[in-house]
DNA sequence: GCCTATTCATACCGTTCGGTATATAGTGAG
DNA sequence: CTCACTATATACCGAACGGTATGAATAGGC
């Protein structure tokens, strides 16, 4: 029933482009304009395909999203898993803010958070677009949560300080970088506000 | 040429809705949806109008998302003003952090920053939205920033902290918090986020 | 060559979008 | 009452939305 060797070329006529290509230019576009701010023209023309192709490669704009999210995370936001391999909290915390002050820096990619910038506004039938960020949001959220615990475990945290309370407000400062990066602020002003949000990293 | 009396009854027939209830049900709108996820059906439904009726009123949608701007400045942002009074920047951000805080949790009111969920994800025509709003947000920095100038003149700041290093970063927490509001956070998890943020303030 | 399977390009579907023409209803001025 | 003026309600506009039917093109299996 299944097809043993994928490598051989299926019956019917070749696909004309490149689906991870395809999905990157989607990518760039919801990352752009957010998921209800993508429109199948705009995304068309950028993954330069038909939307007839697109349909029968991706099935619909959800499931395209869905796909050009998993991109996301694993090519965007592999600094988070890494950033958890550091030895203290504080060099956990300052991996993340540098990796995404870095990822803001970059030229050629759009400014903002995709997971932000598609759920933070969204009309009421975008609302399963929103669950599902929030619900990959908080596979993140608990992953640092139990860093610091270790941490915590470790004796690195003061007095009275809580794990979660930690990650929530290293998430909003985060956050908040990308919301000003998207806002026009530039690399110097984002990485200023690295800066100080280490300067008052707290130590025991 | 002017009218000097606007308590006479002007000429035609009189308007049938009162304009601020008409402008509150589109604040809560926008602000539930953002400027691009409000559609005309959803605003006049919401403020039970029609929509002849409301472009009379208010112009067009981007003149009715300036005006409820205005409102909601006016009547949820006002703890801002009042927050630079304080006689210290760490009760300045105390009270902006607090107000923040109280602003979310309203059980009447949508979750998350108007001026946030409007410019944050945008298709391309609706990039004047967001320069509007950039150009508002960059109003209310600049005062912070023009306070901290006096608390760091008082002597009130570590070495090395700037006014400006000091306004970001207390920006990205605020913007942090209407996000994490925004996508389901608890009121109990919005304060142990203030909590901790105020917990780390730099001291001399 | 012929059949089947898949992709491609065009043209189209019904719905919703922001915005408006039109005709009626309600007011003050004369 | 009539006129001027404004608000109302209905019905409609062209454009854009997400999504698809259709037929030609291109491949493998026989």
Request: aromatic residues 8%.
């Amino acid at each position: 029933m299944n097809r043993l060797c994928t490598l051989t070329a299926p019956k019917g006529r070749p696909r004309e482009f490149d689906l991870d290509d395809a999905l990157a230019g989607a990518l760039r576009v919801f990352w752009r304009n957010g998921y209800e701010g993508a429109s199948m023209a705009e995304l068309t023309a950028e993954m330069k395909i038909t939307k007839p192709s697109l349909y029968a490669a991706f099935g619909n704009k959800e499931a395209l999203f869905h796909k050009a999210l998993d991109l996301y995370e694993r090519e965007k936001l592999a600094y988070m898993t890494y950033a958890l391999d550091a030895p203290t909290a504080r060099a956990v915390a300052e991996n993340l803010l540098r990796g995404a002050l870095q990822m803001q820096s970059s030229t050629c990619d759009p400014k903002g958070c995709l997971s932000v910038i598609s759920s933070v506004a969204c009309s009421p039938e975008a609302e399963p677009i929103k669950a599902e960020v929030a619900k990959r949001r908080a596979s993140s959220q608990a992953a640092l949560i139990r860093r610091f615990d270790e941490a915590k475990a470790a004796g690195e945290f003061p007095e009275g300080l809580e794990s979660d309370a930690l990650m929530r407000y290293l998430f909003a400062i985060m956050q908040g970088l990308t919301i000003q990066s998207g806002s026009g602020a530039t690399c110097a002003e984002l990485n200023q506000l690295v800066e100080t949000a280490m300067s008052v990293w707290p130590t025991k």
